[in-house]
């Protein structure tokens, strides 16, 4: 049921979920581009001037999803990490991750134009609430990760998991191009160039996780 106008909490909450899910079903079937907040408006059959009580524009609501994306990911890949827990394994650590990401395609297509469109058209206040609630449930994936690798510090596993964020976006859109790229790499001499998303991701952690483990060697005291 939808209300004219939504007066409780509990009635407020329903049409907020309404109006992520409409955001939802509109995406597996459109780009983000061609998503407009009266097409949104239009799936919730809300007004258009009764979104802006919730989100301020169409980024800022698409930023809640991934915020739920997000949780359903961490919520399935921590329990499953668990299983390789102090067992040092980084081959086993990576694959584990970047699989459970791949299988996630709306939170990584989200997170592929998360700094060049969500983060675009809302205020400084909308994106502090945003990376700090991203940030808490990062925390249980840096936990989780931690006991796998305990050789790693906490600050390693971090910038893990930051490179983790900015490698998928570009790796992502690399292995999903448009129709004309897709078409044009089945050309014997560009399929080559042909991206693998696991693959490569797998790969490119891996390399960055030996970096990781490279300890700066101390600089040896001036003799006088």
């Known amino acids: 049921m939808v209300w004219k106008r939504a007066r409780n909490p509990e009635q407020k909450e329903q049409r907020r979920l309404a109006l992520l899910d409409a955001a939802a079903r509109l995406f597996e079937q459109h780009p983000f581009d061609e998503i407009s907040l009266n097409a949104i408006a239009r799936a919730a059959n809300i007004s258009k001037a009764n979104i802006y009580r919730y ?12 915020l739920e994306d997000s949780r359903e990911w961490i919520d399935a890949f921590v329990p499953e990490l668990s299983q390789l ?17 791949a299988a996630r395609h709306r939170f990584i297509t989200l997170l592929s134009v998360l700094s060049s469109v969500l983060e675009r058209n809302i205020t400084v206040d909308n994106v502090i609430r945003f990376k700090m609630a991203l940030r808490e449930q990062v925390q249980r994936v840096v936990a989780a990760v931690g006991a796998a ?69 101390k600089q040896a005291k001036n003799m006088e």
């Open 55 to 66: 989100f301020e524009s169409r980024e800022e609501l698409f930023l809640h999803l991934m």
């Open 85 to 101: 827990n102090s067992s040092e394994d980084d081959g086993a650590v990576v694959h584990a991750l970047v699989t459970s990401l």
């Open 149 to 217: 690798l305990p050789s790693l510090s906490d600050d390693d596993v971090m910038q893990l998991l930051s490179a983790t964020i900015h490698l998928t976006g570009g790796v992502w859109q690399a292995a999903h191009p448009s129709p004309a790229v897709n078409e044009a790499l089945k050309h014997p001499e560009l399929n080559p160039a042909r991206v693998d998303f696991e693959q490569q991701m797998q790969r490119y952690l891996i390399i960055f996780l030996r970096g990781l483990r490279v300890k700066e060697p």
